[in-house]
């Protein structure tokens, strides 16, 4: 009796931490969605080895493109989760961004030739410009955070609305193209490797940001000038430095998108490039359970989140519904986490709970 009382208790002690666990809402979003395609169309999950236009062997199915197209949305949630927990607000413009990070890219590598032949300077080097630049302005977005005390989502307005004119600008409104085979790399397969290279550049990004929050106390700065900014000057950190280092390293994670991007069809197009994908890594930060008010975050669950969105988006994709209907459904999961996440249902959840706990100790 006491053995299954025990079992019973410890059963109950593990179901109520995995709730508690944030990676919990990603999770069951997952599996709400995997269920959902296995009852419609189990070929949902079919991944088959073709070739592509160069002969090359690559994977091909819905799955692969998730971790394809997710990836991107993952590596910017990476730098969105670390803006959102310490400035208490959203970059909207992480999507105009990417376009200025792509068209710098582009102008470096083509000289001033928007047809070259021949690369005008080494990828590794257009690469490192662009990220010098796009955390120029994750910097100047931060400054007016931090020092100017602007809402977030209102500062970011500015290049929100500026950045595709000035990505267009950098390349005098002209479209360069690249020639060079392996610039095609980042974006799509390496020969030999039937796996998406962005999955790969996707899992770089994320170890790299581990060992950063294993090894230093970003994590810690960043959660406490997120919770109280004027305490966390109190205890002697920099609250204003450390938000705008948060927009610094998004700025990074933007550049490496950008990369991704403009590689995929070795040139650019200003007004489509990364449209709206701010909007998705906004969700895919809500729905990894962070407080969109800031504070504690949890790196893994947003971006489990970021290929839950991707998921979804696949998933709308392969029953034909339309792309300008997109933003309508996924409008639907927002109003579903700002509603699970509000302080009263969680008190009333919790209050459930506990109610049945008693009821099966009694």
């Keep these: 009796m006491q053995k299954n009382e025990a079992k019973k208790s410890t059963g109950s002690n593990f179901l109520s931490g995995l709730l508690r666990n944030q990676i919990c ?10 269920l959902f395609n296995l009852i419609m169309d189990p070929s949902f999950f079919k991944i088959s080895l073709g070739h592509n236009s160069l002969g090359n062997p690559v994977l091909s199915g819905f799955l692969i493109t ?16 670390l803006v ?14 990417t376009a200025i990070a792509g068209s710098v890219l582009l102008r470096v590598l083509c000289g001033g030739n928007s047809r070259p032949e021949t690369l005008q300077a080494p990828i590794i080097v257009a690469f490192l410009v ?39 600008w950098i390349n005098n409104n002209e479209l360069p193209i690249v020639s060079d085979r392996t610039f095609t790399y980042f974006g799509s397969f390496i020969p030999g490797i039937p796996i998406p290279t962005p999955f790969f550049i996707a899992v770089i990004c994320i170890v ?43 700025g990074i994670c933007v550049a490496v998108v950008g990369l991704i991007k403009v590689s995929r069809i070795s040139s650019i197009n200003y007004s489509v490039i ?40 696949q998933t709308l994709y392969k029953y034909k519904v339309p792309s300008d209907a997109l933003p309508a459904y996924k409008a639907v999961v927002v109003i579903l986490l700002v509603v699970i996440s509000a302080p009263t249902v969680r008190e009333f959840v919790s209050g459930q709970w506990k109610k049945l706990k008693v009821k099966e100790v009694g």
């Design 130 to 168: 662009s990220c010098v630049v796009a955390m120029l302005f994750g910097a100047f977005n931060g400054a007016l955070v931090a020092y100017f005390k602007i809402q977030p989502m209102i500062a970011t307005l500015i290049l929100y609305t500026a950045g595709r004119s000035i990505a267009a």
């Design 208 to 250: 790299i940001i581990t060992l950063v929050m294993k090894f230093t106390n970003l994590k810690l700065y960043v959660q406490s000038v997120g919770i109280n900014d004027s305490s966390s000057r109190l205890n002697g950190l920099n609250p204003e430095l450390i938000k705008v280092l948060s927009f610094v390293i998004l």
């Design 84 to 97: 959102t927990a310490a400035s208490g607000g959203q970059d909207i413009s992480v999507g105009a961004a």
């Design 25 to 34: 809402i990603p999770l069951v979003a997952l599996l709400l969605l995997a």
């Design 274 to 313: 990364a449209k709206d994908i701010e909007m998705d890594a906004i969700l895919a930060v809500a729905l990894g359970g962070n407080a969109l008010s800031g504070g504690k975050f949890n790196m893994a669950a947003s971006i489990l989140g970021a290929y839950v969105i991707q998921f979804l988006t």
């Design 66 to 81: 998730i971790l394809d197209n997710g990836s991107e949305l993952a590596i910017l949630a990476i730098g969105m989760t």
